[in-house]
């Protein structure tokens, strides 16, 4: 059976896909920081749900709920490959789900940081990561410790909706 230009399942998944990708497309691009590949998790996301459409069509809250799961597994398998998490020392990933969340929180937090600018990572690098007061940092970098602190400020202000989109999407 076919409407409007394809089947039935074309026009539930493409329904589906408008309504839960920009969720699913935040949260991945919180997690890897990078737009092309966050096209491409997000769209391998639904391709797994093609795969599985016969169990997960029946609920559409169910389906949400898996693939927001599946969006993040496929970024952090990403991180994995960019040698993001190659990083961590094994022997750092618990044996608890909230030691792992802790790790994961860690991983989204440093990909939102590498997403700022290079003068807004730089100083919540030193002040709120390193501890440097800001007026050493100020007088070592040669940039007044106002214009410092109104990068710090809007630096934060944009970790802080990055990381509200993440928190949303979990």
């Known amino acids: 059976m076919t ?7 074309e026009v539930i998944l493409q329904d589906l896909f408008e309504s839960f990708s920009p969720l699913i497309r935040a949260q991945v691009f919180a997690i890897v920081g990078d737009a092309s590949a966050t096209d491409d998790l997000v769209q391998a996301t639904f391709l797994a749900a093609l795969d599985h459409k016969d169990s997960l069509l029946v609920d559409k809250e169910l389906l949400k709920g898996w693939l927001l799961i599946v969006a993040r597994n496929r970024a952090i398998d990403h991180l994995r490959r960019s040698s993001r998490l190659s990083q961590l020392d094994v022997g750092t990933l618990g044996s608890s789900h909230e ?14 940081i590498d997403t700022l600018s290079s003068d807004h990572r730089q100083v919540v690098q030193e002040v709120l990561v390193n501890g440097t007061p800001l007026v050493h940092l100020a007088a070592t970098i040669g940039v007044p410790e106002g214009t410092l602190r109104s990068r710090l400020h809007y630096a934060v202000k944009i970790l802080r909706t990055k990381l509200d989109n993440v928190h949303d999407t979990r």
Do not use: K
């Not at 030691?99 to 939102?112: P, T």
């Open 3 to 9: 409407m409007r230009g394809g089947t039935v399942l």
């Open 99 to 112: 030691e792992n969340n802790s790790v994961l929180d860690r991983l989204v937090i440093e990909s939102a």
